[in-house]
């Protein structure tokens, strides 16, 4: 059985939940506390500590947080493990979103759709030095707001549109590029051989120079602190490179312990 779950509850579940993901105590132990010092049930525990390793790792969980908690799991996980890591809760919390819409005693969830909003914005003009890249963002921003209109009738969207100027808002944004090491793109490209790492097909065109058109791709990104080293790159074709950051199956770009 469910059980509501207040500050007290969520401060000392949050964290039992960081020292079960850095591997100080085992899950067992954490929820061992949780119930024996919060009369909290077992079920509540597990979901609790379980979620948030879900939602640093950007997955989506199944088992529904209170808008309580997750704002301050937000909060905390922005605070303890920077921009990046918030970016990756807020991803796991939409997938959530979609997940419970689709369940046949589901819905929506406006509350939760606003806090992940509220928290976007601040993630995105959070700390420069985490590499956050605005103008990927706005990208992330725009493919949010589509999949929110697909979810209209046709006739809805006619209506806002009757309504609409035509006029394009213009955006100026500040964004924090890292100098990268020209020997690791070369001899990545130059292993490569003109074929995609991840699709195995040739380039789709050949560059001015005459070179195949080859894009490296960092799979621990700079911006989490992965290594400018050859070892942490893949050489992708633009469609493969689009999908690692934008794809259903980003995983598979990415080096995950």
Request: charge should be negative; hydrophobic fraction near 30%; proline fraction near 3%.
């Amino acid at each position: 059985m469910r059980q509501s779950i207040g500050i007290r509850e969520t401060e000392a579940a949050y964290s039992q939940a960081v020292s079960v993901w850095q591997k100080e105590i085992s899950e067992a132990d954490a929820r061992k506390y949780l119930t024996d010092s919060f009369n909290m049930n077992n079920a509540s525990a597990s979901d609790l500590i379980r979620n948030f390793a879900q939602l640093l790792k950007g997955e989506e969980y199944h088992r529904t947080l209170s808008l309580l908690t997750t704002r301050y799991y937000f909060e905390q996980i922005y605070a303890d493990f920077g921009s990046a890591s918030l970016l990756s809760a807020i991803r796991a919390t939409y997938s959530h979103i979609a997940y419970y819409e689709n369940l046949p005693t589901g819905g929506g969830q406006p509350g939760l759709l606003k806090l992940c909003s509220e928290f976007e914005k601040i993630a995105n003009l959070g700390d420069e030095s985490d590499g956050t890249d605005p103008l990927e963002n706005l990208q992330s921003d725009l493919q949010r707001d589509i999949d929110r209109s697909k979810k209209d009738t046709s006739s809805a969207r006619n209506a806002r549109l009757e309504r609409a100027d035509g006029k394009s808002e213009k955006v100026v944004v500040q964004t924090t590029a890292y100098r990268r090491n020209a020997d690791v793109i070369a001899e990545r490209l130059s292993q490569a051989n003109g074929v995609c790492d991840h699709c195995n097909k040739p380039a789709p065109f050949i560059r001015k120079n005459g070179d195949p058109y080859l894009e490296v791709h960092h799979t621990i990104p700079l911006s989490e602190h992965g290594e400018d080293v050859l070892s942490n790159t893949m050489a992708l074709c633009p469609n493969c490179h689009k999908e690692a950051h934008f794809g259903e199956n980003w995983k598979e770009f990415r080096a995950i312990e």
